[in-house]
């Protein structure tokens, strides 16, 4: 399953990264030029004006709500029964697969404290970022536990 998200949905492409869907959002409004080219993929929108061209052109789509991230993943999942497991294997700034890295390799971008305490490191090849799994994967898993409860 592959997402193309309207540009105001930003917050929910990240959660989608999180989760190892692929997306891509739009950075102007969607159009018909823009539904032929992305076609093969389920667009996440907001605007129902928007819902109607999809609609017309036969386009698989999602309308969801505009009020909150809570209630947009809310529909999702159950729209679309989204596997919600942290899966952590893309970069969450451009949707890139990333790669498992030695930590020696990288020593000079690792702070010295994170280089003592963690082995695990995964590089994203387009951004140039390096991710481990320090204190704040502890915070996105209450995080995440909060937008998807009942």
């Known amino acids: 399953m592959e997402f193309f998200l309207e540009a105001g949905l930003k917050g929910l492409?990240?959660?989608?990264?999180?989760?190892?869907?692929?997306?891509?959002?739009?950075?102007?409004?969607?159009?018909?030029?823009?539904?032929?080219?992305?076609?093969?993929?389920?667009?996440?929108?907001?605007s129902p004006?928007?819902?109607?061209?999809?609609e017309k052109a036969g386009i698989k789509y999602?309308?969801?709500p505009r009020e909150s991230l809570k209630a947009q993943l809310t529909v999702l999942v159950h729209k679309l029964n989204l596997?919600?497991?942290?899966?952590l294997n893309l970069c969450?700034?451009?949707?890139?697969e990333l790669i498992s890295v030695k930590k020696e390799d990288f020593k000079?971008?690792?702070?010295?404290?994170?280089?003592?305490?963690?082995?695990?490191f995964n590089y994203c090849?387009?951004?140039?970022?390096?991710?481990w799994e320090g204190d704040h994967i502890k915070r996105l898993k209450e995080r995440l536990k909060n937008?998807?409860?009942d």
């Open 49 to 54: 004006s928007t819902a109607k061209l999809l």
């Open 92 to 96: 969450s700034i451009c949707g890139e």
């Open 13 to 46: 492409n990240k959660w989608l990264r999180f989760f190892g869907y692929k997306t891509q959002v739009c950075e102007n409004k969607i159009d018909k030029e823009i539904i032929l080219k992305h076609k093969d993929k389920i667009f996440l929108i907001t």
């Open 62 to 64: 999602l309308l969801l």
């Open 125 to 131: 090849p387009k951004c140039k970022k390096l991710y």
């Open 108 to 120: 000079e971008l690792i702070p010295l404290k994170v280089y003592q305490f963690y082995n695990e």
């Open 147 to 149: 937008l998807i409860k």
């Open 83 to 87: 596997n919600t497991e942290l899966k």
